[in-house]
């Protein structure tokens, strides 16, 4: 229940992210380039708390950057930070009506206000997550899996469940996952498509969680590598290691044992795959 909660609250915030990008695309093109793609970051919010239109934004000054800066939580290079941005919000752009303009403000403040609580939700959702994670007997297995950590590994194991005889085997547990694919054959044809009735907080976590998997485990790196090298594309690759690591999650519970890398992904396993 807490890891689709906080799953719920995420999904949340982006949309409202979404939205308030949709907004400043529209008439303070400047904010989106002074405050980068993280638009739910302190230092974003911070400053749309500030200057929510293109005129209140020309008219900060750094000492009042700074302050907003500060005040969002950032302890280093404030005064760089601070000049980028301000050089940023007085560029030259577009822009709409001053009475347009401030019903875009308002909207703005309004969403800002919305996402840094939602943030402070999440925060607190995540640590009796990460609290209550910890506690449960599978974590250490789960937390030794490569691109697993507190968040990912929660929801890993509450979509999966944490009942011992659910699944007989790995390919029981692939197929609830959505990640095993379904062969089709027709006379001389044969199509692999990807199972589209599946639990979406589980695929949404696997595909993460194999996504994250690439930075910290060779073996699923040359896994992927070798899709990509066979003309899969990103999406399928990711999908395929997903599939690869939902059957190694499997073993490890299964014979309650920790990761480990050489068993994981013999090179030969790797090759053939």
Request: hydrophobic share 45%.
């Amino acid at each position: 229940m807490l890891a689709r909660a906080h799953q719920t609250l995420v999904w949340s915030r982006q949309r409202h992210v979404n939205q308030l990008r949709s907004s400043l695309r529209e008439f303070y093109p400047a904010a989106l380039t002074a405050l980068g793609t993280d638009l739910a970051s302190r230092d974003a919010l911070a400053v749309l708390g500030r200057a929510p239109t293109p005129a209140e934004g020309r008219r900060l000054s750094l000492s009042q950057i700074q302050a907003a800066l500060r005040q969002g939580g950032r302890e280093r290079n404030l005064a760089t930070r601070s000049t980028d941005i301000q050089q940023a919000l007085r560029a030259a752009q577009l822009e709409p009506p001053p009475r347009l303009a401030k019903a875009y403000g308002s909207s703005v403040r309004a969403t800002v206000r919305v996402v840094a609580q939602l943030n402070a939700e999440i925060s607190e959702l995540e640590a009796a997550l990460a609290q209550a994670f910890d506690e449960h007997p599978d974590a250490e297995i789960l937390r030794s899996l490569p691109g697993l950590g507190v968040v990912l590994g929660a929801r890993v194991l509450g979509e999966f469940g944490d009942d011992r005889t659910r699944y007989q085997h790995a390919r029981a547990r692939r197929c609830y996952a959505g990640t095993a694919p379904i062969t089709r054959a027709s006379g001389t044809r044969l199509v692999v498509l990807a199972r589209m009735a599946r639990n979406r907080r589980l695929a949404d976590a696997l595909y993460l969680w194999a996504f994250s998997a690439l930075t910290c485990s060779p073996g699923a790196r040359r896994f992927y590598d070798a899709h990509r090298a066979r003309g899969n594309t990103h999406h399928q690759a990711l999908r395929a290691l997903g599939n690869r690591l939902v059957g190694i999650l499997h073993g490890c519970l299964e014979h309650r044992m920790a990761y480990s890398e050489a068993i994981a992904w013999p090179l030969s396993a790797v090759i053939a795959a």
